[in-house]
């Protein structure tokens, strides 16, 4: 087994119909960007009711139809928010619990600290979370995942990763492993899956391998290590 295969993102996506919401984090193969990548997908007519919006570089997930909304407490939330140079992305609203952390000087797994899975048994849905810091024309980035230690949802594990960058290379974490009833948790450590040095292609690549049935909304954003300038992608479904 090769444990340094970086994996194309057809080999990660293509045959699997439930990854649920997912998080990439890596680096341009030139060298010269960041880049992160979010992604929902969804089985309830609740779930699927819902597309990304962009609101002064923050990324939020809102009702498609308004009218429709059963329950928002777990779908409704600030996907992506900044603060000063770190760039917050994750699969709920603890993107805000991180931000408030950051602010009160905390670090960010310490942030997490009070938060856990979420409580939707018997799925009991990790909390993905993900972080870059930018600095010295480079960055760091770290990811999280906050799962349950049994089939009981008893009690939370929790689990931080910390990268350092390589060109070509990203880190693949979500929610699921495939579809399932209940459905089955995300296992091991986050996945290493290629990146693209062009957005339009990362972003059409990631697009298409997603199952078509359950895919709702796809963000990507390319941060230039030099400038600091941003290009971003968003595709919603429901248009």
Known sequence: ?????????????????????????????????????????????????????????????????????QDPSLIIYAAIRAYE??????????????????????????????????????????????????GEGDFTYQMSILKSADAEGSACNRFTYAYAPLNGLGHFIHTYVCDGNPIPTFQGEPERIAVKDDIDEMTEILWKNLNEQNKISLYVRYVDLKTGAAQNRLVNKNK
């Not at 998080?23 to 992604?39: C, H, L, N, S, V």
């Not at 952390?101 to 990790?126: C, H, I, Q, V, Y």
């Open 1 to 69: 087994m090769d444990i340094y295969k970086i994996y194309t993102p057809e080999e990660l996506l293509k045959d699997n119909t439930y990854p649920g919401r997912g998080i990439i984090i890596g680096k341009t193969p030139d060298g010269t960007k960041a880049m992160t990548a979010y992604f929902i997908m969804g089985r309830s007519d609740n779930s699927r009711n819902r597309i990304f919006t962009e609101k002064n570089g923050e990324v939020f997930t809102e009702p498609f139809d308004a009218a429709k909304v």
């Open 85 to 134: 140079n770190n760039l917050i992305v994750t699969n709920g609203n603890q993107t805000d619990t991180i931000y408030d952390g950051l602010k009160d000087g905390k670090t960010f797994s310490a942030a997490l600290e009070s938060r856990e899975f979420e409580p939707d048994g018997p799925n009991f849905t990790p909390r993905i979370s993900g972080m870059l810091t930018f």
